[in-house]
């Protein structure tokens, strides 16, 4: 079990004292003096009453002094380099935990560093709150020039779920009670909470305060669905000639494993996984349709989604993915959608049967309709959908198994695969192009919840952010798949990995570039392509630098003799795998999103 990763600093006794809430009022009129609280401690308190106990982000004015009695506090303070990292890290903590991950900034630079990351929570719908710190309101509102000066709440609002202020330290409670509220109830999201600077010093009586709080009951309730459309969704599925289940990470999110597990099982219907719900079945499942994605998709006649939204990561539900005649005509599938949110159905095609609840009560009401009788789908449907499969299997074994020089995408995840196969519990994380691509494809997860990637939006950046939240909140290893642009947004993290001993080991796919190492200037001038990096780059120098292990490997021999001496050590290393340069295509597999120019 962990060891250094999930435990934080033990508050000293002296640190305790010094941190000991002030007293006021004189003693010279012999009125007794009263205890007093501050806008500081008034934070720290909402926040641990709520059971919050990890908190990510970077300090500076005005919320330094708030990171160090966050400390005390007995808090997990993970200080991080640059705060988009952080916010990633909040963000996938939320996702893991089902608890607000909460990310800590300055104001104005900083917050707007943590922005990008609470638009990707609401966009992916994880609950999280970006705390940011702010300058004075008078100020600010009078556009005089202050200190970082930003109206932060007004920048927040169209990207986050919610956004607070809070001014008076009586009010502390109530906003982060809002803020919690806000993250997670319903469709989760991200939340913003404006903390001024001259929140912190405010001094009120402590019982008051102690009273002002509040511990949030039921912060995510229960949506049951309705009885005629669980009834409604189960009789369209039971129609079916070719059922499929597609689930979403909202169905990772939802922590109802079992049930959901029990719900494929029981219909007997083929599954495909979304990116972040593989695991939720292993990948090995007899149900799973994943190698067979091509095939299902546009064969299914009525599909339904659990978690999953229809948006371009389903090409929309329609189009010739969908077996459409033409990239914007409907394939003619009838859809279950199985949702939290009441406004998602519809919003590309037509829903049959929506199904609107919380996944878990969803799944629940569904299983309970499932009795023995339940018609499992035509053989004739599974059977097919097994030999496409079986073909596809047998054809991925094949390049598999090649070992080429230098190293191919697929001879170096067939290491990967091993590897995640034999250590079922290892939270893999995965950012790039082909890099994401062919570990999606090529490394089956086991387990719920352990493959956490670009998500909604498929932006670089989240790796490093990632993988210190996922060691963090779970103590499990973490193994990172990168490819060499995607790891550069957050390579400076490598030292937050050091700092605070976690056990993550990056693998990053080097070749050479973003999509692929070979491209030239077409000018024939002295600057490189903009796609190509410095050749040959020599990465893992970056972890020796903090003190981590650094591999440079070229087989995939010496790749699985480096993730294992990782796993087995739990030392933060990072391993640079030299990819053939040639080997990836534009963009992985969405080469059809580039626009194409007229004139060429
Ligand atoms: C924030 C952000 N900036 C830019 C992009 C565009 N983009 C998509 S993939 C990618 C990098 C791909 O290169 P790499 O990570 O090396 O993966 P490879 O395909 O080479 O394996 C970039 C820059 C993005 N998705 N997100
Ligand atoms: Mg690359």
């Not at 993250?183 to 019982?207: E, N, T």
């Not at 494993?257 to 083929?270: H, S, W």
């Not at 329609?318 to 159905?345: L, N, R």
């Not at 609107?356 to 599974?382: F, H, M, N, Q, Y």
């Given at each position: 079990?962990?060891?250094?990763?999930?435990?934080?600093?033990?508050?000293?006794?002296?640190?305790?004292?010094?941190?000991?809430?002030?007293?006021?009022?004189?003693?010279?009129?012999?009125?007794?003096?009263?205890?007093?609280?501050?806008?500081?401690?008034?934070?720290?308190?909402?926040?641990?009453?709520?059971?919050?106990?990890?908190?990510?982000?970077?300090?500076?004015?005005?919320?330094?002094?708030?990171?160090?009695?966050?400390?005390?506090?007995?808090?997990?303070?993970?200080?991080?380099?640059?705060?988009?990292?952080?916010?990633?890290?909040?963000?996938?903590?939320?996702?893991?935990?089902?608890?607000?991950?909460?990310?800590?900034?300055?104001?104005?630079?900083?917050?707007?560093?943590?922005?990008?990351?609470?638009?990707?929570?609401?966009?992916?719908?994880?609950?999280?709150?970006?705390?940011?710190?702010?300058?004075?309101?008078?100020?600010?509102?009078?556009l005089q020039g202050d200190y970082e000066e930003m109206d932060q709440l007004a920048i927040a609002k169209p990207l986050a779920k919610a956004a607070f202020r809070v001014l008076h330290a009586e009010d502390i409670g109530v906003g982060v009670a809002r803020a919690i509220r806000a993250a997670l109830s319903g469709r989760p999201g991200g939340v913003y909470l404006d903390l001024p600077a001259k929140l912190f010093p405010q001094a009120i009586d402590a019982a008051a305060g102690k009273g002002s709080l509040i511990k949030v009951v039921d912060a995510a309730p229960r949506q049951i669905p309705a009885p005629d459309a669980v009834k409604r969704a189960l009789d369209l599925l039971k129609s079916a000639k070719k059922p499929l289940i597609i689930l979403g990470k909202g169905a990772a999110y939802a922590q109802a494993d079992a049930d959901i597990r029990a719900l494929v099982e029981k219909t007997g219907v083929p599954y495909l996984p979304m990116s972040m719900a593989?695991?939720?079945?292993?990948?090995?499942?007899?149900?799973?349709?994943?190698?067979?994605?091509?095939?299902?998709?546009?064969?299914?006649?009525?599909?339904?989604?659990?978690?999953?939204?229809?948006?371009?990561?389903?090409?929309?539900?329609?189009?010739?993915?969908?077996?459409?005649?033409?990239?914007?005509?409907?394939?003619?599938?009838?859809?279950?959608?199985?949702?939290?949110?009441?406004?998602?159905?519809?919003?590309?095609?037509?829903?049959?049967?929506?199904?609107?609840?919380?996944?878990?009560?969803?799944?629940?009401?569904?299983?309970?309709?499932?009795?023995?009788?339940?018609?499992?789908?035509?053989?004739?449907?599974?059977?097919?959908?097994?030999?496409?499969?079986?073909?596809?299997?047998?054809?991925?074994?094949?390049?598999?198994?090649?070992?080429?020089?230098?190293?191919?995408?697929?001879?170096?995840?067939?290491?990967?695969?091993?590897?995640?196969?034999?250590?079922?519990?290892?939270?893999?994380?995965?950012?790039?192009?082909?890099?994401?691509?062919?570990?999606?494809?090529?490394?089956?997860?086991?387990?719920?919840?352990?493959?956490?990637?670009?998500?909604?939006?498929?932006?670089?950046?989240?790796?490093?952010?990632?993988?210190?939240?996922?060691?963090?909140?779970?103590?499990?290893?973490?193994?990172?798949?990168?490819?060499?642009?995607?790891?550069?947004?957050?390579?400076?993290?490598?030292?937050?990995?050091?700092?605070?001993?976690?056990?993550?080991?990056?693998?990053?796919?080097?070749?050479?570039?973003?999509?692929?190492?070979?491209?030239?200037?077409?000018?024939?001038?002295?600057?490189?392509?903009?796609?190509?990096?410095?050749?040959?780059?020599?990465?893992?120098?970056?972890?020796?630098?903090?003190?981590?292990?650094?591999?440079?490997?070229?087989?995939?021999?010496?790749?699985?003799?480096?993730?294992?001496?990782?796993?087995?050590?739990?030392?933060?290393?990072?391993?640079?795998?030299?990819?053939?340069?040639?080997?990836?295509?534009?963009?992985?597999?969405?080469?059809?999103?580039?626009?194409?120019?007229?004139?060429?």
């Amino acid at each position: 079990m962990p060891d250094t990763a999930t435990k934080s600093a033990t508050p000293s006794a002296t640190a305790t004292a010094q941190d000991a809430p002030k007293v006021a009022g004189g003693t010279e009129s012999g009125v007794q003096p009263q205890p007093e609280t501050d806008g500081f401690h008034l934070v720290i308190d909402a926040l641990k009453l709520n059971g919050i106990d990890t908190v990510f982000g970077l300090p500076g004015i005005p919320i330094t002094d708030l990171t160090r009695k966050l400390q005390v506090a007995g808090m997990r303070v993970i200080s991080f380099r640059h705060e988009q990292n952080a916010g990633y890290a909040a963000s996938i903590a939320g996702f893991l935990t089902q608890k607000p991950g909460i990310c800590l900034t300055v104001s104005a630079p900083g917050f707007l560093n943590g922005l990008t990351a609470l638009a990707h929570a609401t966009t992916n719908c994880f609950p999280m709150i970006l705390i940011s710190g702010s300058s004075e309101r008078e100020i600010v509102d009078l556009l005089q020039g202050d200190y970082e000066e930003m109206d932060q709440l007004a920048i927040a609002k169209p990207l986050a779920k919610a956004a607070f202020r809070v001014l008076h330290a009586e009010d502390i409670g109530v906003g982060v009670a809002r803020a919690i509220r806000a993250a997670l109830s319903g469709r989760p999201g991200g939340v913003y909470l404006d903390l001024p600077a001259k929140l912190f010093p405010q001094a009120i009586d402590a019982a008051a305060g102690k009273g002002s709080l509040i511990k949030v009951v039921d912060a995510a309730p229960r949506q049951i669905p309705a009885p005629d459309a669980v009834k409604r969704a189960l009789d369209l599925l039971k129609s079916a000639k070719k059922p499929l289940i597609i689930l979403g990470k909202g169905a990772a999110y939802a922590q109802a494993d079992a049930d959901i597990r029990a719900l494929v099982e029981k219909t007997g219907v083929p599954y495909l996984p979304m990116s972040m719900a593989k695991g939720l079945l292993p990948d090995t499942h007899e149900q799973c349709a994943s190698a067979a994605r091509s095939f299902v998709l546009p064969e299914a006649d009525v599909v339904m989604l659990i978690g999953a939204r229809l948006n371009w990561l389903l090409s929309h539900g329609k189009g010739k993915t969908w077996g459409g005649a033409s990239a914007k005509t409907w394939g003619g599938q009838k859809f279950v959608q199985v949702d939290i949110s009441p406004q998602e159905a519809d919003s590309n095609v037509r829903i049959d049967a929506p199904l609107v609840g919380d996944i878990g009560s969803c799944v629940k009401a569904l299983l309970a309709g499932i009795d023995t009788r339940w018609p499992k789908p035509p053989p004739e449907w599974t059977s097919a959908v097994a030999d496409r499969k079986k073909k596809n299997v047998a054809k991925m074994a094949e390049t598999l198994t090649k070992d080429p020089s230098p190293m191919s995408f697929q001879s170096a995840l067939n290491v990967v695969r091993d590897i995640v196969k034999a250590n079922p519990d290892a939270i893999l994380v995965n950012e790039g192009a082909n890099a994401l691509d062919f570990t999606r494809s090529i490394v089956d997860m086991y387990k719920p919840r352990k493959r956490i990637d670009v998500g909604t939006w498929g932006i670089m950046g989240i790796g490093m952010g990632y993988c210190v939240a996922a060691a963090a909140v779970t103590g499990q290893q973490v193994i990172a798949v990168e490819g060499d642009s995607a790891f550069g947004f957050s390579g400076m993290e490598t030292e937050t990995i050091c700092r605070y001993k976690l056990p993550v080991c990056i693998v990053i796919m080097n070749n050479n570039g973003v999509y692929r190492g070979d491209e030239a200037n077409p000018t024939g001038g002295s600057d490189p392509s903009p796609l190509v990096f410095v050749k040959d780059a020599r990465y893992e120098k970056l972890m020796e630098a903090f003190g981590g292990v650094g591999v440079h490997v070229t087989t995939p021999a010496e790749l699985r003799k480096a993730m294992e001496e990782a796993i087995r050590s739990r030392k933060p290393t990072l391993i640079n795998a030299v990819i053939d340069e040639g080997g990836g295509t534009e963009s992985g597999r969405i080469t059809s999103l580039n626009p194409a120019a007229k004139k060429k």
